[in-house]
T-cell receptor, first 111, second 114 residues
Framework: SQKIEQNSEALNIQEGKTATLTCNYT??????LQWYRQDPGRGPVFLLL?????KEKRKERLKVTFDTTLKQSLFHITASQPADSATYLC??????????FGAGTRLFVKA | NAGVTQTPKFRVLKTGQSMTLLCAQD?????MYWYRQDPGMGLRLIHY???????AKGEVPDGYNVSRLKKQNFLLGLESAAPSQTSVYFC?????????????FGEGSRLTVL
């Protein structure tokens, strides 16, 4: 079965630094890898996705990479701000109705 | 721009009681989903619907029922609540197989079963 793993430990970084979150997956069928942001007590919000045949995708201060050999995606937030503090979810969309979510990594950005 | 709206936001039940969670979306999405989120675990799919009048089981369907009588609404029912159903429930929707799978979520319904 398909499985996604994200670092369960919280990531603490200083404002202005780059935050890097990791998503590893197994038994993956090609489609899309997505990243969502979830604030406490709120629903997840879609941020961006990367296709299997893409190596890198950028959106403002966000960058996602996709290495299908390592079966890994990295999610970067450059020039991080305290407002970036949240839980970030990685998800695999394999088509149709099926999206598999990781448990998420909490990010704390200190001023 | 309401998006996906869930009611109620909070509910406390006693074991054996029943209840219905309501979800409404105003984006004309074909697909709708119910997920549960528990600490340390990823969102898990309970049931989903690919169109009005259709429903299907997801990963963890036991103890739940759903209905989709109208395209914009998706109801999740618990006939006899159990403490193991204490969780945060999220409704989501999207355009389904013709899309890149981006999901639009509601704000969640926190359910506690005593």
């Amino acid at each position: 079965s398909q499985k996604i793993e994200q670092n369960s430990e919280a990531l603490n970084i200083q404002e202005g630094k780059t935050a890097t979150l990791t998503c590893n997956y197994t038994n993956y069928s090609p489609a899309y890898l997505q990243w969502y942001r979830q604030d406490p007590g709120r629903g997840p919000v879609f941020l961006l996705l990367i296709r299997e045949n893409e190596k890198e995708k950028r959106k403002e201060r966000l960058k996602v990479t996709f290495d299908t050999t390592l079966k890994q995606s990295l999610f970067h937030i450059t020039a991080s701000q305290p407002a970036d503090s949240a839980t970030y979810l990685c998800a695999l969309y394999t088509g149709g109705f099926k999206t598999i979510f990781g448990a998420g990594t909490r990010l704390f950005v200190k001023a | 721009n309401a998006g996906v709206t869930q009611t109620p936001k909070f509910r406390v039940l006693k074991t054996g009681q029943s209840m219905t969670l309501l979800c409404a979306q105003d984006m004309n999405h074909e697909y709708m989903y119910w997920y549960r989120q528990d600490p340390g675990m990823g969102l898990r799919l309970i049931h989903y619907s690919v169109g009005e009048g259709t429903t299907a089981k997801g990963e963890v369907p036991d103890g739940y029922n759903v209905s989709r009588l109208k395209k914009q609404n998706f109801l999740l029912g618990l006939e006899s609540a159990a403490p193991s159903q204490t969780s945060v429930y999220f409704c989501a929707s999207n355009f389904g197989r013709l899309s890149t799978g981006e999901l639009f979520f509601g704000e969640g319904s926190r359910l506690t079963v005593l």
